[in-house]
């Protein structure tokens, strides 16, 4: 029996548009998005949303994989960094219904900035009943540790918890620690998914 739902957010609750962090860059520093990606330090993004960075640390661990003499502010970067988190998908309208039923909390891979400065614009973060957030915990998807951080959280056993992503390593990690999980592919195979297991989305 499921007794707790754990939403992922970028891609299931809310559209991502990493384009548009990478035009506003571009633009910032004359690079192109293709040097831009090469460039991007992802060791340092997933140090950052593990925690063991700050925002400026972060934004330091950026500027510093630029080309030298690259033009690129704080307040720039920050601005384009917001621009990746778009609206709302009509998934995160289902949560209040959900809640009727059992506790349904977030389960993230993000960051400070993004969580103090957008998530309490979007009213689902003010419906669900917690958030478990990678840079609080240390771990990030798909590694154990956050998904055993949830279940402490809950005080949930793993096979009563469903986990929903859209992201299929993050899928198969929830399902290695014993919890239900659906690959989010669109919001009407969610409905389906959901309806199947006893909560009917109209």
């Known amino acids: 029996m499921i007794k707790t739902i754990f939403f ?11 384009e548009r962090t990478e035009a506003l860059l571009a633009e910032a520093t004359g690079l ?22 700050d925002d400026t ?21 920050w601005k384009a960094w917001m621009a990746m988190v778009g609206e709302a998908k009509r998934t995160a309208d289902w949560i209040p219904r959900l809640r009727e039923r059992v506790p349904v909390w977030l389960l993230s891979n993000t960051n400070r900035h993004h969580v103090t400065h957008l998530l309490p614009d979007y009213p689902f973060y003010s419906a669900v009943d917690g ?9 990030r998807k798909p590694e154990p540790g956050i ?5 402490r959280q809950t005080k949930q056993d793993p096979g ?18 014993g919890f239900l999980a659906i690959q989010f592919h669109s919001p009407e195979q969610l409905a389906h998914e959901l309806t ?6 109209d």
């Open 8 to 18: 992922d957010i970028g891609g299931v609750l809310v559209d991502l548009h990493p």
């Open 32 to 53: 192109s998005g293709e040097t831009l990606r090469e460039v991007f330090p992802e060791a340092a993004h997933h140090q950052y949303e593990r925690g063991f960075l």
């Open 57 to 77: 640390q972060f934004f330091q661990e950026v500027k510093r994989a630029l080309p030298d003499s690259t033009p690129l502010s704080e307040t720039i970067f």
């Open 131 to 139: 958030a478990v957030f990678s840079y609080e915990t240390g771990s």
């Open 147 to 151: 998904f055993q951080e949830a279940l």
């Open 160 to 177: 009563q918890a469903l986990f929903i992503d859209d992201l299929k390593p993050n899928v198969e990690a929830a399902e290695t620690q």
């Open 196 to 201: 199947r297991l006893g909560f009917p989305i």
